[in-house]
């Protein structure tokens, strides 16, 4: 019994894919690109929130440290008679965390600076004294704010300390959906949108009140 053969030019054909199939396999790939980057997306913003989380950390141990020989949290400003003055802008906010590295209580000042900013830190000054006295902050150089009055060893870890200098869902925002905060202790929360915004709720309305930004508008 002969088997038939297919000429060649037909079994090339039923070897290759036709053109349907082609836009086929295309548009089962669009697809499965159009569900990936927006998981992609989410999942690096989540990597960030932990990177800036992590940062903000480091900052509490910082200040903890410093603390326990100044028997206080960085502050930049000093007393012009009577009780130490609040601070209210982000320069000032800036001042007293530059504190922490000028005196080695902070390794390097990548920390100051979240991942998902545009901020870019300063270069590091390998030698102490000059570090004292020639490290400062500039505007886009730090992500991070500071409290309006200082916090003492006697403060509750209720304490807000720090936080992302910039929130909300405006395209200076370092994460769309919320703002890691820092309280005393170390502990790092992150905070969404919705709760920093509740009228009624008690943390947000003092985090609101104690740190510099986030009872404006503006940030």
């Known amino acids: 019994m002969s088997v038939q053969r297919l000429p060649g030019s037909a079994r090339a054909r039923r070897a290759g894919f036709t053109m ?4 086929v396999v295309i548009a089962i790939i669009g697809l499965l690109a159009s569900l990936a980057v927006p998981a992609f997306n989410k999942f690096r913003q989540q990597g960030y929130v932990t990177a800036c989380a992590s940062n903000l950390r480091q900052i509490g141990i910082a200040s903890e440290n410093y603390m326990s020989k100044y028997r206080r949290y960085p502050w930049a400003k000093r007393s012009t ?3 130490i003055p609040t601070i209210s802008t982000d320069d000032e906010a800036r001042k007293c965390l530059e504190l922490l590295y000028k005196y080695d209580y902070l390794d390097s000042p990548e920390v100051y600076v979240c991942p998902s900013s545009q901020d870019v830190p300063p270069e590091p000054i390998e030698d102490k004294a000059e570090r004292r006295d020639d490290f400062f ?5 730090c992500s991070y704010t500071w409290r ?3 916090i003492v060893i006697a ?3 209720t304490t807000p300390v720090s936080g992302d200098k910039r929130g909300g869902d405006t395209e200076y925002a370092h994460h769309p959906d919320g703002r890691n905060v820092l309280f005393k202790g170390a502990k790092v929360e992150f905070m969404k949108n919705e709760e920093l915004d509740d009228p009624q709720d008690k943390k947000a309305r003092r985090i609101r009140r104690e740190l510099i930004g986030f009872g404006s508008s503006d940030f």
């Open 137 to 141: 902050l500039d505007e886009n150089q």
């Open 155 to 157: 403060s509750p870890s």
């Open 20 to 23: 349907i199939e082609l836009l």
């Open 148 to 150: 309006t009055k200082p």
């Open 81 to 83: 008679g009577g009780g």
